[in-house]
């Protein structure tokens, strides 16, 4: 079945450090989505990537989908306490289904 | 703004008693998911609602059912509990109305099976 994996699972970082979390899918994707999970907290939605190669900036955190659509990424620049969470991609393996599969996630905790 | 609510926080129930975990969301959303939630494994899908009555298997239905009866309620009942459903459960709702069909979620219950 389609499976989503997420690496790294843990991420430690010192405030202002930069932080990548990479997504690779076993199947292509229609397209992807990415959420933030605070500690305690629910998962939000961040952005959504559809086409091949699409880059989009949300301030400090850039992501990108990529040639083949099986893998993505998210960059934050100069990481902030506030960055602390749980972060996941979500991918939709076909345009016609309302499913998403998650990756496992990446915890990213900041020291200030 | 999206409202998804969730019946109970936190839940203790013991082994192979009926549970029942209530979700209702406010915004006339088609779709509603029901997931589980542990560590190192993500967010694992147990089944789908794509509208009234309609229900579809996620990949990991085992001991598990669903109702959805009206619109805005999506319901999750565990038959027997069993030790190894003790989890994080979070309930979601999206439209096929608007892109980009983004998943809100509810605050989560925190089922303990004992």
């Known amino acids: 079945g389609q499976q989503v994996m997420q690496i790294p699972q843990y991420q430690h970082v010192q405030e202002g450090e930069d932080f990548t979390t990479y997504c690779n899918s076993s199947t292509t994707l229609s397209n992807i989505q990415w959420y933030k999970q605070r500690p305690g907290g629910h998962p939000v939605f961040l952005i959504q990537l559809v086409k091949s190669g699409e880059v989009k900036k949300q301030k400090r955190l850039t992501f990108q989908f990529g040639e083949a659509k099986k893998n993505s990424s998210l960059h934050i620049t100069a990481t902030q306490t506030t960055d602390v969470g749980t972060y996941f991609c979500?991918?939709?393996?076909?345009?016609?289904?309302?499913?998403?599969?998650f990756g496992t996630g990446t915890r990213l905790q900041v020291f200030p | 703004d999206v409202k998804v609510t969730q019946s109970s926080r936190y839940l203790v129930k013991r082994t192979g008693e009926k549970v029942f975990l209530e979700c209702v969301q406010d915004m006339d959303h088609e779709n509603m998911f029901w997931y589980r939630q542990d560590p190192g494994l993500g967010l694992r899908l147990i089944y789908f609602?794509?509208?009234?009555?309609?229900?579809e298997k996620g990949d990991i239905p085992e001991g598990y059912s669903v109702s959805r009866e009206k619109k805005e309620r999506f319901s999750l009942i565990l038959e027997s509990a069993s030790t190894n459903q003790t989890s994080m459960y979070l309930c979601a709702s999206s439209t096929n109305r608007a892109e980009p069909y983004e998943q809100y979620f509810g605050p989560g219950t925190r089922l303990t099976v004992t």
């Open positions: 609602s794509y509208d009234v009555k309609m229900k």
């Open positions: 979500a991918g939709r393996w076909s345009y016609n289904t309302d499913k998403l599969i």
